[in-house]
């Protein structure tokens, strides 16, 4: 369906996206997915300010001005929409949805923005890139630098570039972070692990812990991190190849790789609090003696 305040000579338009709407070959997604292939959602419902502009010759549907397109509970916000088709085996389908300008994917629960989306509908595939890259969830964020990918079927969202997950004052930081989820019981998404890629950082209130790949898992707030692992505490500082961060107690545990050469030790530098006194407010301990 089209909506468009325009008539006329839009009407075959109109018509067109109708057809289009019965999009056959796509991959079935849950309900509450951050994407527009939903199995048994109807149609793809388009609507704009500005009216819509059909190129024949080049299988393209252009919607300008504050539009939107809408499949179930899924929805693509931008400036201007283009959809471009294709006919297959007597049917019209779209394949392939772009939206620019002020870009906002959005679920009921879940929302992600960004300047450009390039929507791969036959492989249930967007990706976002441009400024202010983020993916918001209930309890989560995630934002990048560079592009933010969201793999409908697969329930993965994959952030490039400084990418950076935060949740419940966490930080967990990577050149790439990759984020699956499951379905929960209410149908929408659930966090279920985050892999880091490449400079892996996790902030606490209490420590900063560094190394080359980690691995968090939501259900049990535990995040593994190997390769020259160093996690430190204030001044304190531990040097290891694999450590285990439990985000929910704050107990960290750090461990060498086993190889038993002599090199895979944990190493670490612990500085006594009364040094830590001293650097910090050892002229206020003068004024009181």
């Known amino acids: 369906m089209i909506r468009t305040p325009r008539g006329g000579g839009f009407l075959f338009a109109a018509t067109l996206v109708i057809g289009l709407a019965c999009v056959s070959g796509l991959r079935p997604a849950s309900a509450a997915s951050l994407g527009l292939t939903q199995q048994g959602a109807g149609g793809l419902d388009v609507e704009s300010d500005n009216g819509i502009e059909w190129r024949r010759n080049d299988n393209v549907l252009i919607a300008r001005g504050n539009a939107f397109a809408r499949r179930g509970e899924s929805e693509v916000r931008a400036?201007?929409?283009?959809?471009?088709?294709?006919e297959t085996n007597g049917q019209t389908e779209i394949y392939r949805l772009e939206a620019h300008g002020h870009v906002k994917l959005s679920t009921n629960t879940d929302a992600a923005t960004g300047d450009l989306a390039i929507y791969d509908i036959d492989q249930s595939v967007v990706v976002l890139t441009g400024k202010n890259l983020k993916y918001t969830t209930p309890t989560e964020s995630l934002t990048a630098k560079d592009s933010l990918e969201y793999w409908e079927a697969k329930r993965m969202a994959v952030a490039r570039g400084d990418a950076v997950a935060t949740s419940e004052g966490r930080k967990l930081k990577a050149d790439v972070l990759s984020a699956r989820f499951t379905q929960s019981a209410k149908g929408d998404n659930q966090l279920e692990r985050i892999d880091g890629y490449g400079?892996?950082?996790?902030?606490?209130?209490?420590?900063?812990?560094?190394g080359d790949q980690g691995v968090y898992d939501a259900k049990t707030g535990i995040a593994t991190l190997t390769g020259s692992v160093k996690i430190t505490r204030g001044k304190n500082q531990l040097n290891g190849d694999r450590a285990v961060v439990d985000l929910k107690t704050g107990i960290s545990r750090l461990m060498a790789d086993g190889k038993g050469d002599g090199k895979s030790r944990v190493r670490g530098l612990l500085v006594p609090e009364s040094e830590n006194k001293s650097k910090t407010g050892g002229k206020a301990a003068g004024k009181t003696n």
Request: hydrophobic share 35%; charged share 30%; proline share 5%.
């Open 199 to 210: 400079h892996v950082t996790i902030e606490t209130p209490t420590d900063y812990v560094v």
């Open 79 to 86: 400036d201007e929409l283009r959809a471009f088709y294709r």
